[in-house]
Each structure stands twice: as structure tokens, then as C-alpha cells.
């Protein structure tokens, strides 16, 4: 079964600044599909960035991108110029390749709740 | 990006009593809907797959016949929460994807979620 590790259950940043966060999953699949969700105090899951594994590009979405590593099955997620409006709990998720049904569930990290300090 | 609505926003109700939530598709067709849960301060725990036209199924550990999950069109996905009581309070999330082929298949959208509390 596949698992999603986010090893930082808080970060902090101060507007302006730059914060990376990490992710790190497993899997025995080659093809899959990677996603970093934002949940605000809303509670709105937002998709923020994905990355698709077959390809090499790193994805970038404006002041988002993520940093790929599929031989050490890394994903991490660097957001530029901080908002205060980018505060709220980041999910680092997985989805495999093939389609249909239950495949296309997310498999979802336990979270990183971000802190944008004026 | 594709639209998925929930509703209700916030129920509650009294213990002993059944909830129902809707999960529709507002702008594409799903075959499959994806209902989660979340505790305060955790991740999305997924409950079941619910799919169009036949039986849904249940993550290990998932009591089918406390949530019920009908997908009867290919719009609409429902859960009812069976003979609720306080342990059920939780807020619970739908999501689906779009059909067909490209990158917005790829995609889960998500509702904006539903809070229940079971007194």
C-alpha cells in the first residue's frame, strides 16, 4: 500500500519569505500522479500544484512549485513571496496511474499547517 | 476547475437520528465519488468509493451499514449516517473527479465539506 509522509506537522514564514515543504511517499509503482492540496480555515480542500511521475519538468503553479525527486520518491513544495493568504494546512497526496474506480483514490499526508507572519 | 457541491453545510441533530449528505457534480458527470473523513486537526480519511449504478466500497474498518452510500445518477452522490450518535460528529468531504481524457481527469474536486454534530 502506498504511504504519504509529511514530517512537518507545523512551519512558520515570515510574509515575503520563502518555505519549503517536505513530503516524501512510497510506493512500488513507476506511474502515478502527485498532488499538494491546501486546506484554509474554510476547510475548502484547494488544489494547489500537481506533478505527473513520467514526467522529469517540475511543476510550477505562479508562487508555487515542487521539487521532484522520484528516485528518492521526494515531493516537496516551495512557495515564494508568502501571502498571508497562503496560511492553512497543506496535504501532500498520492494517486496511482491506472483508472477506474477505487485507483483513482488519494492517498493523503497527516499535514503541515503553515503560519504567515506579518 | 470542475465544481462539486455538498450539502449541507452544517447539521445537527439529535443522537438516534439519521443524516443525510448530498455530493453533486454540478458542471461534469462522475461515475465515482470519493466521501472522507476529518477530525479536527487531522488528515482526510477516505470512507468509501461510491460508485454510479452499483454497490460503493467501504475502507477496512468503515461500518457500511452506520454510512450508507447511494450513487444513483451520475451527478449525485448521497451518505447517510445511520442512527447517529455523538462519536459520528465529524466533518465530512466528497470529492470527484471529471470522465474522460486529460489532465482534469487526473484531478479530485472537492466539496466544501460538512459538519455534523450529534447531540
Known amino acids: 500500500a502506498q504511504t504519504v509522509t509529511q514530517s512537518q506537522p507545523e512551519m512558520s514564514v515570515q510574509e515575503a519569505e520563502t518555505v519549503t515543504l517536505s513530503c516524501t511517499y512510497d510506493?512500488?509503482?513507476?506511474?502515478?500522479?502527485l498532488f499538494w492540496y491546501k486546506q484554509p480555515p474554510s476547510r475548502q480542500m484547494i488544489l494547489v500544484i500537481r506533478?505527473?511521475?513520467?514526467?522529469?519538468q517540475n511543476a510550477t503553479e505562479n508562487r508555487f512549485s515542487v521539487n521532484f525527486q522520484k528516485a528518492a520518491k521526494s515531493f516537496s513544495l516551495k512557495i515564494s513571496d508568502s501571502q498571508l493568504g497562503d496560511a492553512a494546512m497543506y496535504f501532500c497526496?498520492?494517486?496511482?496511474?491506472?483508472?477506474?474506480?477505487?485507483?483513482?483514490?488519494?492517498?493523503f499526508g497527516k499535514g503541515t499547517l503553515l503560519t504567515v507572519n506579518p | 476547475g470542475a465544481v462539486v457541491s455538498q450539502h449541507p453545510s452544517r447539521v445537527i441533530c439529535k443522537s438516534g437520528t439519521s443524516v443525510k449528505i448530498e455530493c453533486r457534480s454540478l458542471?461534469?458527470?462522475?461515475?465515482?465519488m470519493f466521501w472522507y473523513r476529518q477530525f479536527p486537526k487531522q488528515s482526510l480519511m477516505l470512507m468509501a468509493t461510491s460508485n454510479e449504478g452499483s454497490k460503493a466500497t467501504y475502507e477496512q474498518g468503515v461500518e457500511k451499514d452506520k454510512f450508507l452510500i447511494n450513487h444513483a445518477s451520475l451527478t449525485l452522490s448521497t451518505l447517510t449516517v445511520t442512527s447517529a450518535h455523538p462519536e459520528d460528529s465529524s466533518f465530512y468531504i466528497c470529492?470527484?473527479?471529471?470522465?474522460?481524457?486529460?489532465?482534469?481527469?487526473?484531478?479530485?474536486?472537492f466539496g466544501a465539506g460538512t459538519r455534523l454534530s450529534v447531540l
Open positions: 470529492s470527484a473527479s471529471p470522465p474522460g481524457r486529460g489532465g482534469a481527469k487526473n484531478i479530485q474536486y
Open positions: 510506493t512500488s509503482e513507476s506511474d502515478y500522479y
Open positions: 506533478q505527473e511521475a513520467y514526467k522529469q
Open positions: 497526496a498520492y494517486r496511482g496511474y491506472n483508472s477506474g474506480g477505487s485507483n483513482y483514490k488519494l492517498t
Open positions: 458542471d461534469f458527470q462522475a461515475t465515482t
